[in-house]
């Protein structure tokens, strides 16, 4: 899970041939957003990370739907469960999400070229495929895109066909399955916590 998410936000704007497109800027936009904080000179140094890593969240905040992703993540657990429970989950998710993906950003973010290759509408989503080109391989990342509170938002990331919310859900339903929804719910609290302390 974390090589995907690394794979991810290795992706930084470059050269290569882009079809126009609102969500094709949504992406652009956010990666530049990200590139330009990691790229700060004056952001640059341990004593900085802080900073970054502050402004890095709000960039992924602003860029994804986690309520679509939450309810993507527990599949069909989420019809049958409470709006409080709903509410609690998501807040958690988010958290874990804005926390793993932020540290990925300030310890792995490299400059890797990406080029845009157009977009594709349908499934109520509009999917941004793009590829990223590295020294010695070229990397096929695909952002899925829909519309919330009048915005194009991220719901999912697929690298080289493998998608990130897909492979939450199967780990939160195994999860589930073996134990219980609190199981899995007390497993991401005491990760919240460590997080936190950290």
């Given at each position: 899970?974390?090589?995907?998410v690394l794979?991810?936000?290795l992706t930084?704007p470059g050269g290569?041939?882009?079809?126009?497109g609102?969500?094709?800027?949504?992406?652009r936009?956010?990666?530049d957003?990200?590139?330009?904080?990691?790229t700060?000179p004056?952001l640059?140094?341990q004593?900085?990370r802080?900073?970054?890593?502050?402004?890095?969240r709000?960039?992924?905040?602003?860029?994804?739907?986690f309520?679509?992703?939450?309810?993507?993540t527990?599949?069909?657990y989420?019809?049958?469960m409470?709006?409080?429970?709903?509410?609690e989950?998501?807040?958690?998710?988010?958290?874990?999400?804005l926390?793993?993906?932020?540290?990925?950003?300030?310890?792995?973010v490299?400059?890797?070229k990406?080029?845009?290759l157009g977009?594709?509408?349908?499934?109520?989503?509009?999917t941004?495929?793009?590829?990223?080109h590295?020294?010695?391989e070229?990397?096929?990342?695909?952002y899925?895109l829909?519309?919330?509170?009048d915005?194009?938002?991220v719901r999912?990331?697929s690298?080289?066909g493998?998608?990130?919310?897909?492979?939450?859900?199967?780990?939160?339903?195994?999860v589930?399955?073996?134990?219980?929804?609190?199981?899995?719910?007390?497993?991401?609290?005491?990760?919240?916590?460590?997080?936190?302390?950290?």
């Amino acid at each position: 899970m974390l090589l995907l998410v690394l794979a991810v936000i290795l992706t930084v704007p470059g050269g290569g041939l882009s079809a126009p497109g609102a969500a094709t800027e949504v992406v652009r936009k956010m990666l530049d957003s990200v590139i330009s904080i990691q790229t700060d000179p004056a952001l640059q140094g341990q004593a900085a990370r802080p900073t970054r890593r502050v402004e890095i969240r709000k960039v992924i905040l602003g860029n994804f739907n986690f309520d679509d992703m939450a309810q993507q993540t527990l599949g069909a657990y989420w019809s049958g469960m409470a709006e409080t429970k709903r509410a609690e989950f998501k807040s958690i998710f988010q958290d874990l999400f804005l926390d793993s993906y932020s540290r990925l950003v300030l310890d792995f973010v490299g400059k890797e070229k990406i080029a845009y290759l157009g977009e594709e509408d349908g499934q109520g989503q509009t999917t941004v495929r793009t590829r990223i080109h590295r020294v010695s391989e070229a990397i096929p990342v695909d952002y899925s895109l829909n519309r919330a509170k009048d915005r194009l938002l991220v719901r999912d990331v697929s690298i080289d066909g493998v998608s990130i919310v897909q492979n939450y859900q199967k780990s939160f339903s195994r999860v589930i399955r073996q134990e219980s929804y609190e199981g899995l719910l007390k497993r991401m609290k005491l990760q919240q916590q460590a997080t936190e302390k950290g």
